[in-house]
């Protein structure tokens, strides 16, 4: 069974750091597409950051671009996004996902399969 468990929210100052883990087990990590989402109250579910199937190449939204560093530990099966700077506007779930053989790295919610049940930033201003 695929399961991706996400770990590492909690609540920061405005500057302040977070690094937040996704681990995967149930299907050959290596192979698959790993990004992050996050959903503020009311609003809609958005792509922060993900790393693609074949040679892990990070991308980013505009939003998080300087702040925020995806890497993965393929030996532990773990994604993490390390967020440091943070901003109120950095409040949200923040979700890991998963798809296989996506190779370009999509930010895209509607092409990921899998998803974890999110773990919860809140940034005080």
């Known amino acids: 069974e695929v399961q991706l468990v996400e770990s590492g929210g909690g609540l920061v100052q405005a500057g302040g750091f977070l690094r937040l883990s996704c681990a995967a087990s149930?299907?050959?990590?290596?192979?698959?597409?790993v990004g992050w989402f996050r959903q503020a109250p009311g609003k809609e579910r958005e792509g922060v950051s993900c790393?693609?199937?074949?040679?892990?190449?990070?991308h980013y939204a505009d939003s998080v671009k300087g702040r925020f560093t995806i890497f993965s530990e393929n030996a532990k099966n773990t994604v993490y996004l390390q967020m440091n700077s943070l901003k109120p506007e950095d409040t949200a779930v923040y979700y890991c996902?998963?798809?296989?053989?996506?190779?370009?790295?999509?930010?895209?919610?509607?092409?990921?399969?899998?998803w974890g049940q999110g773990t919860q930033v809140t940034v005080s201003s």
């Open positions: 996902a998963a798809r296989a053989n996506l190779p370009y790295g999509t930010l895209s919610i509607y092409e990921y399969d899998y």
């Open positions: 790393i693609s199937s074949n040679d892990r190449s990070a």
């Open positions: 149930g299907f050959t990590f290596d192979d698959y597409a």
